[in-house]
């Protein structure tokens, strides 16, 4: 019966191998879990700290492109009131050019009227003094003419004749 004995211990032996097994198994899956917990807790933090990283990535790129868009705004401002400034300066200047105009055009009709005076006033007095003195000129050509008709006839010259 020594066998059997040993065939007992053998089996008295397995199962404790099956208790250690069971326990070895379990304390492996135990292991195991606290292994994946233990990465599926790194990932997640790992994806936490990605996820903040793009949100301040993503948070600075929005920052940046509010403060290009109000620089934007601010130098389309100045160039709108820029262009306001300049439109009414040539306004102005286009005002300033239509009056200066319109002055010239209205003294050069005054000056056009004061030298159409000045020259029928001019005219007139010399009508006047021609006016004044024909007589006279019609008294000394009748003279010279009777004077030249008589110096003719005494060199024996016909005036009509001639």
């Known amino acids: 019966m020594p066998p059997k004995t040993k065939e007992k211990r053998m089996k008295a032996g397995a199962q404790k191998k099956k208790k250690n097994s069971g326990a070895d198994v379990e304390a492996e899956s135990m292991h195991r879990l606290a292994v994946l917990e233990k990465e599926l807790l790194r990932d997640q ?21 509010e403060e290009e868009v109000r620089g934007l705004r601010e130098q389309l401002e100045m160039c709108q009131k820029e262009a306001e400034a300049a439109r009414g300066e040539a306004e102005q200047a286009l005002g300033e050019r ?29 009508l006047a003094k021609l006016r004044a003195v024909k007589p006279q000129w019609d008294r000394d050509v009748l003279r010279l003419h ?17």
Request: proline share 1%.
């Open 45 to 65: 933090l790992e994806m936490s700290r990605q996820c903040r990283a793009l949100q301040e990535e993503m948070e600075t790129c929005s920052r940046q492109l």
């Open 146 to 162: 009777a004077r030249h008709k008589e110096q003719l006839c005494q060199f024996g010259l016909n005036p009509l004749d001639l």
């Open 98 to 126: 239509d009056q200066s105009l319109a002055q010239l055009r209205a003294h050069e009709a005054d000056m056009e009227a004061k030298y159409e005076e000045i020259l029928h006033g001019s005219l007139d007095q010399l």
